[in-house]
């Protein structure tokens, strides 16, 4: 089973990114590929972090016409990936091209982004919406699931009561964790482990706290121990 703590590797080359995964061994099996290493490296860092056995986290937040999305999830699947994001805010339409367009990939899982962990309320009037976080990730949550995604990804603040609305198997997927006490930085809605296991995350994702770390394979346990026993 891989783990379910997912360690983004938020790096400006591909060998940077590698050289943690090397440093982590075969303990870490989880990591997150987004958009600045895919940018700055190309899909060969994936291929190669699932030739050595890891799993992917393809974060790609895709939002475009359903065919595209369908075409960029099919290109998800023949890399490797085992998971990937689509915004739910592109739609059912887009959803449903996404999740028919992984059916051919029996382990990749479709995960549908319902808001940011940089927006909090105070912004959402900014792009038309009423101010309630909560209102609008249970609201696309919902519709991706109802689209059929596998899993949403939705800060550990909302986890509680999405776990308790949403069909059961589905993903929570809780980005902005921090292995101490949670400072605000350019993630808003943060939580710790311990917190996003108790509120039901199926995992979460965590960039800095272990890259960054002195010890990273000391921090990555951490991390998983506060995650499996909830402390």
């Known amino acids: ?110 995960l549908g982004l319902t808001v940011i962990t940089s927006l909090s309320d105070a912004e959402l009037p900014e792009i038309g919406l009423a101010p309630s976080i909560k209102d609008q990730v249970f609201r696309l949550a919902s519709l991706a699931c109802r689209s059929g995604c596998h899993g949403v990804v939705a800060s550990a603040q909302e986890a509680a009561y999405l776990r308790g609305s949403l069909p059961a198997g589905v993903l929570i997927v809780c980005p902005g964790i921090q292995l101490s006490q949670p400072t605000a930085a350019d993630q808003v809605r943060i939580s710790t482990p311990a917190a996003a296991a108790k509120a039901g995350a199926t995992h979460i994702v965590i960039g800095r706290a272990i890259a960054g770390a002195s010890e990273p394979l000391a921090a990555y346990r951490t991390a998983v121990e506060s995650f499996n026993n909830g402390v």
């Open 1 to 110: 089973m891989p783990s379910p703590v997912i360690i983004a590797l938020d790096f400006e080359s591909s060998a940077a990114a590698l050289a943690l995964v090397d440093r982590l061994g075969p303990e870490a099996d989880h990591y997150k590929v987004g958009l600045q290493l895919l940018t700055e490296s190309g899909p060969q860092v994936v291929r190669e972090l699932v030739s050595s056995g890891k799993q992917v986290f393809l974060d790609l937040k895709l939002h475009e016409i359903p065919n595209s999305v369908a075409n960029a999830v099919k290109a998800a699947g023949k890399l490797g990936a085992s998971m990937v994001t689509v915004h739910t805010s592109a739609g059912s339409a887009v959803l449903r091209a996404a999740a028919t367009a992984a059916e051919s990939y029996p382990n990749l899982k479709v």
